[in-house]
């Protein structure tokens, strides 16, 4: 696809969808996958893309560049799901911590509202 640099550009700020992305890079997918994993794929798509270190100036360079990532980023979550891939940091914490407050360490200040026996 022929695209020029104020084309792309223009035109990228008009996506807005996961299959708006797939659709005008010419990516095919799985309507089923997409549906489950967009803002995974996207973020994915946004991490990649912030990885390549001499991004072109030239868009048919960049093009190519977009269309490499995206599709990886989408082929990440055919074979696997959100929480393996963990694109988002709710998905990287370590389980809950629980933490334990003994009774006798909580100062209570006030008057009680409770009728005293």
């Known amino acids: 696809m022929e695209k020029s640099k104020l084309d792309l550009d ?11 992305f797939l659709n005008y890079f010419e990516i095919s997918y799985e309507q089923p996958i997409v549906q ?41 979550f055919v074979s696997s799901d959100a929480q393996t891939e963990k694109v988002f940091k709710v998905f990287r914490m370590g389980e809950p911590s629980i933490v334990s407050i003994p009774l006798s360490e909580i100062n209570f200040k006030g008057t009680s509202s409770a009728s005293k026996i």
């Open 10 to 20: 223009l035109d990228l700020e008009e996506l807005s969808s996961a299959e708006d």
């Open 36 to 76: 489950v994993n967009r803002l995974h794929i996207l973020q994915r798509f946004h991490d990649y893309l912030g990885k390549v270190s001499d991004m072109p100036e030239e868009d048919k360079a960049r093009y190519t560049i977009y269309s490499e990532m995206l599709t990886k980023a989408y082929s990440d």
